[in-house]
Every structure is written in structure tokens, then in C-alpha cells.
């Protein structure tokens, strides 16, 4: 069974900050995997997409890594500002196109 | 419209209750997810359908939830005898699938229900 994790839970960091939020998951036969931004009541929003044969995916300031083989994606925000609060959930498509989630981490940019 | 659509935004009904949460997908996806998310947890899987059909079915949590997907684009989650741990968003997705090819998934914003 896929099971995806993501750390840390939380972080606080003061504005300018670039920053690293750590997804891993426990099976490596995977179609994608998704980077989402959440803010508080609202629905997903999609940030990258990195199907199983690339490596990486940029937009703007973000950047994000995968490395199948070892069940792990990283997601880099560069120069963090404080309209970049909200909770990241990262989400891997599993063999039989189920998209399964981290809990997310909840980041917090102060000014 | 561009988006994913769920209706209703808030919906509050008595334990026991009988209710329909509805999601109209993007134009031209082929496949529709439904999701739950607790408070400070990550989606859970419900149910996916490609096309009409329900695809996988194995997140449901039991017999009381049901959706279906007639005409393969707006989709009804049902919740027959809601109790109070069903209080949660239930979140909808749309993605176009097609031939072993996996899309990038568009959420709506989320029906929030509470249970009484």
C-alpha cells in the first residue's frame, strides 16, 4: 500500500528565506507526482506536475525534484515571501491512477 | 465554466440525514475524483471514475456512501444515515486520462459538511 510523508509538519521561516519541504513515498511504481498549495478553506490549487520519467520541474520561484528510486521529491521555494504561507501537499498517482496524499506541511512566512 | 464546480459550498443536516453532494468536472475530462479531508490531515481517496464507470471504488468507507456518474460528467456523492464522523470536506477532481496516460489533477473548492 502506498503511503506518502511529508516533513516537516510545520515551518516558520522570516521572509527572503529560501526553503526546502521533503515528500517520500513507499512504492516506487508511480505514474506523477503533484505538488499542491492549500489555503485555509479553500480547495487545491496545482503547482508542478513531474511525470515519472523526468527529474525535475520549475515555475517561477519554485522547483521541484523527484527521484523514483529512492521514493523521494523535494519541493525548493526560492526567495519565500509572506504570500507563500499556506500548506503544500504533495500527492504521488499510484499504478492504478489514484492520486495518494502526504498529511502536508504548513509553512509560515513572516514579514 | 473553466473550472472544477461543487455544490452546495456548506451544507449542515441532522445526524440520520440523507445528502447529496454534486461536482460538475472541467469540460472534457475524462476522469472525476472524490476526496475527504479531515481537519489538518491530507485528502483521502474515495472513489475515481473514468467515463460512467467507476473505476475504483475502494476508498469508500462503507456501504452508506455512493456516487455515481451518469452520463460521465457531472458526478453525486451520496450519504445515506450520515453520522457525525462524516463531517469533513469532501473535495472533487477532474483529469483527462487516456490511454495509460496520467493527467495532472484540477480540485474544486470543497463541500463542507457538519453533521449534528
Known amino acids: 500500500k502506498q503511503e506518502v510523508t511529508q516533513i516537516p509538519a510545520a515551518l516558520s521561516v522570516p521572509e527572503g528565506e529560501n526553503l526546502v519541504l521533503n515528500c517520500s513515498f513507499t512504492?516506487?511504481?508511480?505514474?506523477?507526482l503533484q505538488w499542491f498549495r492549500q489555503d485555509p478553506g479553500k480547495g487545491l490549487t496545482s503547482l508542478l506536475l513531474?511525470?515519472?520519467?523526468?527529474r525535475e520541474q520549475t515555475s517561477g520561484r519554485l522547483n521541484a525534484s523527484l527521484d523514483k528510486s529512492s521514493g523521494r521529491s523535494t519541493l525548493y521555494i526560492a526567495a519565500s515571501q509572506p504570500g507563500d504561507s499556506a500548506t503544500y501537499l504533495c500527492?504521488?498517482?499510484?499504478?492504478?491512477?489514484?492520486?495518494?496524499f502526504g498529511s502536508g506541511t504548513r509553512l509560515l512566512v513572516r514579514p | 465554466g473553466a473550472g472544477v464546480s461543487q455544490t452546495p459550498s456548506n451544507k449542515v443536516t441532522e445526524k440520520g440525514k440523507y445528502v447529496e453532494l454534486r461536482c460538475d468536472p472541467i469540460?472534457?475530462?475524462?476522469?472525476l475524483y472524490w476526496y475527504r479531508q479531515s481537519l489538518g490531515q491530507g485528502p483521502e481517496f474515495l472513489i475515481y471514475?473514468?467515463?460512467?464507470?467507476?473505476?475504483?471504488d475502494s476508498g469508500l468507507p462503507n456501504d452508506r456512501f455512493f456516487a455515481v456518474r451518469p452520463e460521465g460528467s457531472v458526478s453525486t456523492l451520496k450519504i445515506q444515515r450520515t453520522e457525525r464522523g462524516d463531517s469533513a470536506v469532501y473535495l472533487c477532481a477532474s483529469s483527462f486520462l487516456s490511454g495509460g496516460a496520467a493527467g495532472e489533477l484540477f480540485f474544486g473548492e470543497g463541500s463542507r459538511l457538519t453533521v449534528l
Open positions: 471514475f473514468q467515463g460512467t464507470g467507476a473505476a475504483d
Open positions: 500527492a504521488v498517482m499510484d499504478s492504478s491512477y489514484k492520486l495518494i
Open positions: 513531474i511525470q515519472s520519467s523526468q
Open positions: 469540460s472534457g475530462h475524462t476522469a
Open positions: 512504492d516506487s511504481a508511480i505514474y506523477n
